[in-house]
């Protein structure tokens, strides 16, 4: 007598089951044969009649062209709508352009067929993209309740050629490079929404933010590449500032742009403000860069820069972050950098005379090197009367300033980046 006749049952339905996957799996892949074949049939059918047209009677004629207009039609507004296609609503029913699945060079045969949808602008009343280049970088979640917008991963690797293809096809002035310069219905341009680090499901949200900076930095790579990304476009687009006005540190984008223009590092917003990370690691890349790149004394002056609100790169940075962190971050990084002829003495002069600078500014490099004022004093006397009375003025200690000043200046800062990143939401 069996002792387990259930798992034996079980075992039998197990492999039951298996059989009838397998066969399933058999049937399926008989079917999509079978499917092929009569596809490709009906091709070689419509290549022979279109090849013997001539040869229909004149009804027939007629309906060939009256059906191929159509075609051409059908098939040149469906290559508009993948292109323009930014609304996610999941994996299983997006059928839009995909990088992962989809060619440059099916790409690009598309468009040479019908070239002129690049350049088909889209109504005011239809949203806020107009042209399918701007399309590429942003999609719609519908699942999001707040209508916000998301960097569109899966298009935005076809920026380069379709702005390369629009620019031999002649489809934009040439100002707009391709269309890359045309503005959104905010006013912003594509190469302002490559600077975005924008993701609404927030699962697995750091590794996501790793594939966008991925992604949009080949994007940028390509078009400096092209001619279509220039080095004055960092300034004159302020991309630094809007790289950073998003909670992650995309470090892969902020490189390539600060290695290819470190000027834009001095760079003010419209609020007067140099560029503030958005995280502590963040705000040690920026801060080595300006070493780095300006060790005489523009570097450490970045720090209290001041803006039109007062509330310096060094200000914002102990407001929205931990104050010992942040002292850590500049005293590693300066001693990291101890062999970079870092002109202090200049430094503190600059501070001391220059309006834009903070008198925090004075008071921490005088604080680093306290002999500092002896050397400045008995090296030049003119110097001294300045630099005495910029350290008098400056009595109070820095880090009981930061503590008091800081809260209502982080929170001000905060409002403002809020109303710049509006035409992301």
């Not at 042209?131 to 917008?149: E, F, K, M, R, S």
């Not at 970079?340 to 600059?350: E, G, K, M, Q």
Request: with cysteine.
């Amino acid at each position: 007598m069996d002792d387990h006749p259930n798992i034996d049952n079980n075992e039998d339905d197990e492999q039951q089951q298996e059989a009838q996957a397998e066969e399933q799996e058999h049937i399926d892949a008989a079917a999509a044969i079978a499917a092929a074949a009569e596809t490709k049939q009906r091709h070689l059918k419509i290549d022979l009649v279109l090849e013997r047209k001539e040869k229909f009677p004149f009804r027939n004629r007629n309906k060939i062209d009256g059906l191929i207009q159509e075609f051409l039609e059908k098939l040149g507004n469906d290559i508009h709508d993948m292109l323009f296609e930014n609304e996610f609503a999941g994996a299983d029913t997006y059928d839009g352009l995909d990088s992962d699945r989809d060619t440059e060079e099916e790409v690009e045969t598309a468009i040479r067929f019908f070239p002129e949808v690049l350049s088909r602008r889209k109504p005011f009343s239809e949203g806020r993209l107009y042209y399918p280049i701007q399309a590429l970088t942003l999609v719609h979640d519908v699942h999001n309740d707040d209508g916000n917008w998301q960097c569109n991963v899966k298009t935005v690797l076809f920026i380069p050629i379709v702005a390369r293809l629009a620019i031999e096809f002649d489809l934009f002035e040439e100002d707009k490079r391709g269309g890359l310069l045309c503005l959104d219905r905010d006013g912003y341009n594509v190469l302002q929404h490559l600077m975005l680090t924008v993701e609404t499901i927030v699962e697995n949200l750091e590794e996501k933010y790793r594939v966008i900076d991925d992604k949009y930095l080949q994007v940028l790579i390509q078009l400096r590449k092209l001619g279509l990304l220039k080095k004055e476009d960092i300034q004159r687009y302020d991309l630094l500032h809007y790289l950073c006005r998003v909670d992650y540190f995309a470090e892969k984008r902020l490189r390539f742009l600060v290695e290819w223009d470190p000027n834009a590092l001095t760079q003010t917003d419209i609020f007067g403000q140099r560029v503030n990370a958005p995280t502590i690691q963040g705000f040690q890349f920026v801060f080595e860069y300006g070493i780095r790149y300006f060790p005489n004394k523009k570097g450490i002056s970045l720090l209290f820069h001041k803006p039109n609100s007062l509330l310096t790169t060094f200000r914002y940075a102990c407001g929205k972050f931990d104050y010992n962190d942040v002292m850590n971050v500049i005293e590693d990084t300066l001693a990291r950098y101890s062999s970079t002829p870092i002109n202090s003495a200049d430094a503190v002069l600059s501070a001391a005379i220059d309006e834009t600078v903070h008198l925090d500014g004075v008071y921490f490099l005088l604080r680093r090197e306290p002999d500092m004022l002896q050397k400045l004093l008995s090296s030049s006397p003119s110097a001294s009367t300045s630099t005495s009375t910029a350290v008098a003025d400056c009595d109070i200690n820095i880090n009981s300033n930061i503590n008091n000043d800081t809260t209502d200046e982080v929170n001000s800062r905060k409002e403002k980046d809020r109303k710049c990143k509006r035409h992301i939401d």
